[in-house]
């Protein structure tokens, strides 16, 4: 059997109880996927986020770190948002900080063999699965254009 993502309920439950994120290949151009995401989460989550990317200074206002390894804490959940070449040295970081509790890879981003090898150290894996739709998904914001109409959402009608 091949290897699965977290069901919907084990999703919300690790979006509740995370505090801290950390988005390894946060970009400040705006037109890229990890700075809308960061948009999003700044406005619609109580998330503490931190920005990992060696090649800037600041996103959105707030400090750019170059590494896991610089940030002033260990975050809760890993988002993700780098070429799949590039997922072992980021799991490298990942497992050397010793408390990360989930690492989430963005859509297109498959490693089974990496998943593994987290799962192993104990923490939990989230594959091609974007952090802001899930998050929308769950708090009944869900858009195609990432805007809450009212049309789609997890809660069940009365």
């Not at 009944?140 to 009365?158: E, K, N, Q, Y």
Request: net charge negative; hydrophobic share 45%.
């Amino acid at each position: 059997m091949s290897w699965q993502n977290p069901t919907a309920v084990e999703r919300k439950r690790i979006l509740d109880e995370t505090r801290t994120v950390a988005m390894v290949g946060a970009s400040p151009n705006a037109a890229r996927a990890s700075n809308f995401v960061a948009t999003y989460l700044l406005d619609a989550s109580d998330y503490e986020l931190w920005f990992v990317n060696p090649n800037a200074t600041e996103i959105l206002g707030r400090p750019v770190y170059p590494s896991l390894a610089d940030l002033p804490g260990v975050p809760d959940l890993v988002d993700t948002f780098r070429r799949p070449q590039d997922l072992p040295g980021v799991l490298d970081e990942v497992l050397a900080l010793e408390g990360v509790k989930t690492w989430w890879l963005q859509f297109g981003l498959w490693d089974e063999q990496l998943a593994a090898r987290a799962e192993a150290a104990g923490i939990t894996v989230v594959m091609d699965k974007c952090l802001k739709v899930e998050h929308a998904r769950f708090a009944g914001g869900l858009h195609l254009a990432g805007f809450d109409t009212g049309v789609i959402s997890s809660r069940r009608r009365v």
